[in-house]
């Protein structure tokens, strides 16, 4: 039971565009939320996160939005560049034995075109 | 730069043939986990550590064992491989404070022949 999902698996923007990559939730119980991003042959690198009381952060040229009735919340890049290419996974967190755990998604594959 | 480490970077082991990958931290984080990514897929979280207290994920095979002799070092032990078990392996570390933010090494891609 996929408990974070992202349900597109790709997405191609212009070079200079807004990339809007979406994710759906289904656990009330995740009280934070975050991006991450990965480039080939790397590890996911931590972007952004968002507390479940708010519904909007903001770090430079990202973006995340969160609506908690919906369950969904979306990562913002204005404006795309080429090395925003990239998988970027939406991650939710929750402690449970002794520590944070996080739940992701299987990921969008961003293509910013020139 | 403090950071994950983890060696190898490419591991190609036969069906049955016991394997062992390895991670380390700069970062004194207490917490480090393991994950099992295959393609198109989102990682799966195997078991983590804070500290010294091991906890497994229910669902993870008992053919998956993990050894953390200090803070720095974490081991992924992989007692008989299944050709199911070609994957990429990550490693991550954690203060364990804030939202939880994960710092992950760069993976092991494990091939089973």
């Known amino acids: 039971d996929q408990q974070v999902k992202q349900n597109s698996p790709s997405l191609s923007v212009q070079e200079g565009r807004i990339s809007i990559l979406n994710c759906d939730y289904t656990?009330?119980?995740?009280?934070?939320f975050l991006w991450y991003k990965k480039y080939p042959a790397e590890g996911p690198t931590f972007l952004i996160s968002?507390?479940?009381?708010?519904d909007k952060n903001e770090d430079g040229r990202f973006t995340v939005f969160l609506n908690k009735s919906a369950k969904h919340l979306s990562l913002h890049i204005v404006p795309s560049q080429p090395g925003d290419s990239a998988v970027y996974f939406c991650?939710?967190?929750?402690?449970?034995?002794?520590?944070?755990?996080?739940?992701f998604g299987s990921g969008t594959q961003l293509t910013v075109l020139p | 730069d403090a950071m994950v480490i983890q060696n190898p970077r490419y591991q190609v082991t036969q069906f049955g043939k016991p394997v062992t990958l390895s991670c380390s931290q700069t970062?004194?984080?207490?917490?480090m986990y393991w994950y099992q990514q295959k393609s198109s897929q989102a990682p799966k979280l195997l078991f983590h550590?804070?500290?010294?207290?091991?906890?497994n994920e229910a669902d993870t095979p008992d053919n998956f064992q993990s050894r953390r002799p200090n803070t720095s070092f974490c081991f992924l032990d992989i007692r008989s491989p299944g050709l199911g078990d070609a994957a990429m392996y990550l490693c991550?570390?954690?203060?364990?404070?804030?939202?939880?933010?994960?710092?992950f090494g760069p993976g092991t891609r494990l091939t089973v022949t």
């Open positions: 550590y804070y500290d010294k207290d091991f906890n």
């Open positions: 991550a570390t954690s203060s364990g404070q804030g939202a939880g933010e994960q710092y």
């Open positions: 656990n009330s119980m995740f009280d934070y």
């Open positions: 970062l004194n984080h207490n917490v």
């Open positions: 991650a939710a967190s929750y402690f449970s034995d002794s520590a944070r755990q996080l739940t």
């Open positions: 968002i507390s479940s009381i708010k």
